[in-house]
């Protein structure tokens, strides 16, 4: 439909609203987030009041929402505001959704304390589900006022619009960062600019017709192109001297009106900047507890009449921020502490709220405020609200009395901010926490999280030596909680690549043996497999077999035995715990460590042959790790789609990824991913047909002296040595190398590193002793991957075939050619078919599976589709909205040739089996 140009008093602003009318041309079929952003004044909030116009003429149902800072502590507080005209469809959720959402808004008793992003998820899924009869547009206004935990589920909601018959349009200050989405087609950066010349003259004119002369030009000058101070700047002394920035120009333009009002209207106005919400009765209550008498009629039309505040049937607001700013600076310290002290008062039946005006007050250490506080922090976390948790327990921190309690205090509130993925606040919260003294059990919680949320960076051998020394101290002392997570920390920084020193770590070693702890406790199992990894690595593999993994187990514990199984090489167990852990995770909607447990299952089920996996994992794992802000993890979760990619011989991709993995491991100096580079570029250039590369490539990872060099790692590596040697006859020279990391290798069962170690043994092996070393390789192939058992078959088939066997090996090549087909290994395929050819037989290659042609989540999609998870269920575990899952299948179907829901299971059952039956 045609539509009219925006009202006369709005001026400009047509490319921005013609970027905005482009997103709407997209609905249905696709949503967007719109973000404008720029200074106050420049007006955002009017172009928003023009999108809600044109959008109801388009027949968008409009949602809006405003931030106010005054709201900052109410939890939801935004977020009801948007949803509350859709609440009646609340009863169309599941029940879970239904019932986390309810008790977010205080609208039913809270659930075992919700994850943000289960909050964020039932969010929009009500969105969602209201906007499948007529498109929604929501108006976000001052995102930058919105409390935390609604800003927290903004912002899943926006990340997750793509599938929506939504357009969420929201406006703040601050222009995107460098951790925000590039910008695409469902994630727009509007930055509005000031008006030209002609525009800001026509606008103060229209305004201000009898401004003429010096003053009009002198209000042009300062204005400087911005909206609200063309509108406002007229009515105070605009020539007053002096270079000023707009912002506070306009601060003290409004100051002016503040000065002309009488006490009970500034105290009108006090009141109501510094109030939590914006209800009128809350307001004038406490306007009279500060007066001893209730407010008059005439000196609430006065505070009205200065401009600067509203007040409706329901709601009490300033005009825009800079009016509640000009009001607070212009306010002396013992009346803004009379407004608190009243509004606590009248919220007495709420203590949350109540408590927070208390403490707002107190400018000394206060134990009763400060316990307070955390109670309110409990109540929040109990509700889902983990950001205002956050920003209680830390003023909480700042008002105890008790060192070692404000110590605590400040560490529960880094463990949330670990939990929201708020790496810099959690960084900055444990420097302030080591400059405390801390209990015991605190002491061991500290480095716990370190250990948790150091992202890969070593942190250098100094911090190792004095963790060391620490731990040494702390164990002399009985505290063997503090040295073991001391020496879990120091072991692990050693792993990511802090030291080399074999004497320092034997040292490491030695205390942990002096470690007493209980016997389900996961950090010996850590310690002997970050410290020992095949030394004691039949004793880590045995620890592996006792944990359970059955539902109700821990799933962060199971997540740190996951690490010990990969680390140590035991990749089986790696497959079955990050399995168990995952499931646990997103159960608690922890996103932040479910990132960390998903990069594990991609390398684990990497090294498996399990490429679907390790690909759905990994792509998973990326889109975690970016929004919790883990970006060396991020970078592995790179590494893993990057490998996947090299072995299938998509040599591009898989170089663009290792560009920004490189990157990563260049500012971290993790060893551990520069290892993992090589393995990708060796296995990049084995996938291109080019052995000789590969061989220098994996060499690099081999050799003690390499920057690159990495142990444990260097051994999941040998059979891809061994098999890029073979192929260019460096038989010798790479069977020094395979012994010499077999020497380290020692007696481990760890199932990774007998395979790899096999393998390569079979196929470096002379004519005369390779039928012993192919029959040593073949006893691990039971339980093991299929992309090894190929390999081994490939290469004994090849043997054999050279021997003039032609019937025993062209059988293993068939075997071997059949499984690189499925597994989509073109360079592998490629290999077997002249194999075959060499025996005689010409065999048509067979074409990859139709699975091949799924992107990394639509394949997790159709695979849970297909083990008859409806689309909520799906959206639940993959954290989208059934919607989302439901156009994923939509683009799945014609792919796979399938026409229903029903035939994706004997579909799946195809793709399973390419993998050697998962």
Known sequence: MALADPPARFLGRQHELAVVRRVWDALPQAGAVIRLTGQPGIGKTALLRVCAEEGAERGLRVLRATGSRAEQELPFAMLHQLLRPLLAGVEQLPRPQRAVLLGAFGLAEPVDAPSPT?????????LSDSAVQRPLLALVDDLQWADPASAEAIAFISRRLAAEPLVLLVTTREPPGPESPPPSRHQVYLPLAPLNAAEAHQLLTSHAPTLTGYARDRVLELAEGN????????????????????????RQAFAGRLDECGPAARTLLLVAAVQDGDAPAECEAAVATVLGRPLRPEEREEALSAGLLEIDGERVRFRHPLMRSAVLRGSSPEPTADAHRALARVLAADPDRATWHRAAVVREPDAEVADDLESSADRALARGAVALAQTFLERSSKLTPDERTSGHRLLRAAEVAFELGRPDTVRDLIEQVRTRPLHAQDSGKLVA?????????????????????????????GDSDLAANLLVRASRACYWGASRDLRLIDRLRSVADELKLPPLDPRPVLLDSFLSPFARGT???????????????????????????????SFEHTVSLTEASAAGLRAQGRIAPL????????????????????????DEALRFAEETGQTTWAACARLGIANVAAVRGRQRQAMRLLTEVREAAVVSGNTSIANGIQLTRGLAALGQEEPGLAYEEFGRMLDPVSPAYQSPQCAWALDYFAEAAHAVGRRGPALIRVRQVEGLIGSTTAGGVRRSLALAHALLADEKDAPRY?????????????????????????????????????RLLHSARQTFDMLDTPAWAARAQRELAATGETVERRRPGRWAALSPQELEIARLAGQGLSNREIGERLYLSHRTVG???????????????????ATLTEAEGQEGGR
């Open 449 to 477: 999280l370190e250990t948790a949320f150091d992202d890969g960076v070593p942190g250098g051998e100094g911090l190792v030596r004095r963790m060391y020394v620490s731990a040494t101290g702390a164990l002399r002392a």
């Open 539 to 569: 004793a880590v593999v045995d620890r592996l077999k006792e944990w359970p993994t059955a539902e109700g187990t821990d799933p962060a514990l199971t997540g740190l035995f996951a690490v010990a199984s990969f680390v140590s090489g």
């Open 118 to 126: 289960r909050i964020g998820l039932a969010a929009l899924e009500l």
């Open 774 to 810: 192919f029959a040593e390789a073949r006893r691990y192939c039971v339980g093991g991957s299929p992309w090894y058992r190929a390999r081994l078959d490939l290469g004994e088939g090849a043997w054999l075939r050279r021997r003039q066997r032609i019937a025993e090996g062209r």
């Open 887 to 905: 156009s994923h299948l939509y683009r799945v179907f014609p792919k796979l040739g399938i026409q229903a829901r029903s035939q994706l299971a």
């Open 227 to 250: 909206p609200l101070a063309l509108l406002e700047l007229p009515a105070a002394d605009a020539a007053e001297p002096g270079p000023l920035p707009l912002a506070e120009r306009l």
């Open 595 to 618: 990132a960390q447990v998903l990069v594990l299952r991609a390398f684990g089920t990497l090294y498996m042959g399990q490429w679907d996996h390790s690909a759905t994992a990994a």
